[in-house]
């Protein structure tokens, strides 16, 4: 009769280090650092704001129904099981792709400023581009995983991903949002890149996506004033960029320390969208040098954490998944940085969790919720058959 060798019980303190890797993860930190810049943006909204309405606590009112919404949608994606649901991605992708056309349409797309993105549903609504760009990623993680054997093929590896990609970036200049249209191509074009795409296929669509970006911009007087305007900003500092130059003014006046919360000026009707687009400069005027450093810290960190989750992926479609959802929300967050402080040219983009609006807000939520759920599934030992159906190279 065999002996069977005899089991150790496991020291309660081995456990700890095991529990305490579950709770510190990278996901975790992505959902603290969401909480907390949302939070902050929050609380600076109300100073943001309280010159556009009578009523200073209007928009801060309908920000934390948008954070509850966010956050039942952000609860909602990380409880989906996204590979049982890759069957349904091309209904997705032609949903969103109707919303793209109809939103040009005049009578049902809601134009602002020149601008026809929204619809409107009541006193909410809701822009297409943000639900485009979720279901873009979500598309193209699907077909470069199912498709990885053809990578190099002209039609499988060049045509279909790269036409697509390029289609849902026209809808969205036709609005025009030439700002949200580059962030597409470039989250596409990146997530190509980690695929394995060829750089032969690469490098002439980024060099076609920014020669119709640069004719675009020279057909539309309004963006090359921007453009003109961005190259010497104290000379346009009553025209074209005024609203660049009182952000300047903004973080000029904050200094180290900031002014305090509610006394800050620009938001008294100087620094035009102030609780929108420009609200890192109310960030910089209030709290200071430090915060605003905190902030960009921050940013960098969830980036560094994306990465750092990225690498347990067990395959290729959660790998893309996951680094085009990343790379939405840190590249969104280094343009509006970069707008806002003057080393971009102005365009009209969120920053994320900070910025007053529901839309944006929700798909950042979503994009959180994609990492939560990420953590979960890949704690699990294997993958449950009936979720291998669609079969990749493991990373």
């Known amino acids: ?91 997705l992708v032609g949903l969103v792709g109707i919303g793209l056309v109809l939103v040009l349409v005049p009578g049902i797309g809601v134009e602002v400023n020149g601008s026809r993105r929204w619809f409107e549903f009541g006193p909410l609504r809701l822009q297409v581009s943000d639900c485009a760009k979720v279901a873009m990623v979500y598309a193209l993680a699907h077909y470069l995983a199912s498709n990885q054997k053809d990578i190099g093929h002209v039609l499988r590896g060049f045509v279909y991903q790269h036409g697509g990609v390029a289609l849902c970036a026209m809808l969205i200049l036709l609005e025009p949002d030439f700002g949200t249209a580059m962030l597409v191509g470039a989250v596409g074009v990146t997530m190509m890149w980690l695929a394995g795409a060829r750089l032969r296929f690469l490098i002439p669509s980024v060099i076609a996506g920014v020669a119709v970006l640069g004719v675009a911009i020279l057909h539309n007087p309004v963006r090359l004033a921007r453009i003109t305007s961005f190259l010497d900003v104290e000379a346009n500092r009553s025209d074209g960029a005024y609203q660049l130059w009182q952000a300047i003014l903004a973080f000029g006046a904050g200094g180290v320390q900031g002014v305090g919360i509610g006394n800050g000026r620009q938001q008294m009707a100087f620094l035009p ?44 479609f959660q790998f893309l998944l996951v680094g085009g959802c990343l790379m939405l929300l840190t590249l969104q967050a280094l343009i509006n940085l970069g707008v806002v402080t003057g080393l971009l040219p102005t365009k009209g983009m969120s920053l994320p969790f900070i910025s007053y609006g529901g839309s944006n807000l929700m798909l950042m939520a979503t994009v959180v919720g994609v990492m939560l759920n990420t ?21």
């Open 375 to 395: 953590q979960t599934a890949w704690s699990r030992p294997l993958l449950r058959n009936r979720d291998t159906e669609f079969k990749e190279v493991a990373v």
């Open 273 to 316: 969208e102030a609780h929108t687009d420009f609200i890192f400069a109310i960030v910089g005027e209030e709290l200071g040098l430090a915060v605003t450093l905190g902030v960009v810290v921050v940013f960098a960190l969830i980036f560094v954490a994306g990465v750092l989750h990225m690498r347990r992926a067990p395959n290729l």
């Open 1 to 91: 009769m065999t002996a069977v060798p005899e089991t150790k019980p496991v020291a309660r303190s081995a456990r700890v280090p095991v529990r305490l890797q579950q709770f510190f993860n990278p996901a975790t930190f992505i959902l603290v650092a969401a909480i907390g810049l949302t939070v902050l943006g929050v609380t600076v909204l109300f100073s943001a704001s309280m010159s556009i309405r009578t009523d200073p606590y209007f928009f801060v009112r309908r920000q934390i129904c948008f954070v509850g919404a966010a956050l039942l949608l952000g609860f909602l994606a990380a409880r989906l099981n996204f590979e049982r649901l890759r069957p349904l991605v091309w209904w």
